[in-house]
């Protein structure tokens, strides 16, 4: 009831994220309760505090058990086809050696299931894989924003003396070149580097740092964005005086397209190889969904592989309908740069 206790009960009341977990026996050997211990609120349900026996100079020692369920170890990336050192040559041949003993069926995800299955053994016949290793710059375990910044302050110099040669660039380049030196090793360790900092620095130098998650709870925050999406893209969101004129004007776009699909059209014929070939990728690959096919196995699958494709895209226009697979997505959370507590949806199709 003392001024100090009446400050901490204000203090609690005025910051409900923190919680006394004490109970009432002392700590003190003569009574009394001189050492509080106060935790996130959230981990109550989980904590458990008592007095140890051991008993350290006049004070008794505590201590404050969590029981809680660890994150698993991230796993490192999965594999993918190494498309540099592909054998497209034995690629195609295992596709026409495929296509050529194939009978398509008339179930669309069968037919799509079929065309994957075989694409993705060719590539395990002609692509080796890459390595399941976590990606690290060369320098990762002391690379950092500053050692960045003085490298690219560094290339000014290097390209002004690569295209005006002279005994005064190579000088100033040097003296560029040092002085980064200088900032860098003092930003790795110097008098000031927190002890975590300099733990981590050594763990990560050992290859003891695994990468940890974008995100330590994936398909919740997954779900959380999905839902968060449908909710803002619902036309409940809408003004009230927009709502009526919607259902009104879609009742219009139904009428219309009932007659529009009555009505014969050019573009009810099925597509070509040569239209397949126009609309063909050849950029460079991306982050491949969950069947790991990615531009360039489709477009250096030659001319077998790509009648087996057209004939998904065919099976697929005159049902109109998509094969289940094409429908689905690995969402992955990825943290916004300039937002980092909220997370950016990138949805990775098969």
């Known amino acids: 009831m003392n001024l100090d206790g009446r400050h901490l009960v204000e203090l609690l009341t005025d910051v409900p994220e923190i919680a006394l977990i004490n109970t009432r026996e002392p700590i003190h050997i003569l009574g009394g309760t001189l050492d509080l211990t106060f935790i996130y609120t959230e981990l109550v349900p989980v904590a458990q505090w008592e007095i140890d026996d051991e008993l350290i100079s006049d004070h008794f020692a505590t201590t404050t058990t969590f029981k809680m369920q660890l994150h698993p170890s991230p796993s490192r990336p999965p594999p993918r086809w190494n498309t540099k050192k592909a054998n497209w040559k034995l690629y195609q041949d295992e596709l026409q050696k495929w296509f050529s003993n194939y009978e398509p069926t008339e179930d669309i995800d069968q037919l799509n299931q079929d065309l994957t299955d075989a694409i993705q053994h060719a590539a395990e016949k002609a692509i080796p894989k890459t390595n399941s290793t976590n990606r690290h710059h060369k320098d990762y375990w002391f690379y950092n924003d500053e050692v960045r910044e003085q490298n690219h302050r560094i290339n000014p110099f290097r390209k002004h003396l690569r295209q005006y040669p ?176 909220n997370f950016r949806p990138i949805s990775l199709t098969a």
């Open 166 to 341: 002279s005994p005064e660039g190579v000088k100033i380049l040097r003296a560029a070149v040092q002085h980064a030196r200088q900032i860098t090793q003092c930003a790795t360790f110097n008098a000031h580097t927190s002890l975590s900092e300099l733990w981590r620095k050594l763990t990560t130098a050992t290859g003891k740092l695994n990468r940890s998650p974008a995100h330590p709870q994936l398909l919740q925050e997954a779900n959380r964005l999905a839902e968060h999406f449908a909710e803002r893209s619902s036309s409940a969101q809408l003004p009230p005086e927009i709502r009526p004129h919607l259902q009104q004007v879609q009742l219009e776009r139904e009428v219309v397209a009932r007659h529009a699909i009555e009505q014969a059209d050019t573009t009810d014929c099925l597509f070509t190889i040569e239209e397949v070939r126009r609309a063909r990728k050849t950029s460079k690959d991306t982050a491949p969904g969950s069947d790991g096919i990615t531009y360039s196995l489709l477009s250096n699958a030659g001319p077998d592989g790509e009648l087996a494709f057209l004939t998904v895209i065919n099976a697929s226009w005159s049902a109109g309908k998509l094969p289940s697979a094409w429908r689905k997505a690995n969402i992955v959370p990825i943290p916004k740069p300039n937002d980092p507590p």
